[in-house]
């Protein structure tokens, strides 16, 4: 794996959903279902899937949220009462994989920021994971992602 240090700057639109942490693999998939039935509701949107991921925060924190959607070009003025549209504007350490070595892109991201100088934000600001090939409803968690975590220097 190889890390680096980026800036992003996009929007898009997602949807909020909540659950345990501990059954994500499984709502994850059925949230993607869940949010390809509504494409075509928003304007200008690409084929990059965006999942922006609340972080567990010990082992009292069961419940965590997650919003899944897809980049746009322009901003949306016309969205439905269940969507949003989300600003990331930010300096992030980044790595990519596949899902099936998500485990290990995160941890290799966390000890790579350490490596560096560089000082998590994390608890309290959210993780990104970027699927640039459009994601199927059925996972087979061989697709390509790219996991940003965020920083500053330290």
């Known amino acids: 794996m190889k890390g680096k240090l980026t800036k992003l700057d996009f929007s898009f639109v997602g949807y909020k959903f909540s659950g345990l942490f501990s059954e994500y693999a499984d709502l994850i998939p059925r949230s993607l279902r869940e949010v390809m039935q509504k494409k075509g509701t928003t304007h200008n949107q690409l084929e990059t899937t965006v999942i922006l991921y609340e972080p567990c925060k010990g082992e009292d924190h069961k419940i965590g949220y997650f919003y899944i959607g897809n980049m746009v070009t322009k901003e949306q003025t016309n969205l439905s009462n269940e969507a949003e549209l989300i600003r990331i504007n930010g300096q992030y350490a980044t790595s990519s994989g596949t899902i099936d070595q998500m485990a290990s892109i995160y941890s290799y ?46």
């Open 109 to 154: 991201i966390s000890s790579w920021i350490e490596g560096n100088g560089y000082k998590p934000i994390w608890p309290d600001a959210l993780f990104i994971e970027i699927y640039e090939k459009p994601l199927q409803p059925e996972v087979t968690w061989k697709e390509e992602v790219q996991v940003y975590l965020p920083v500053w220097q330290k």
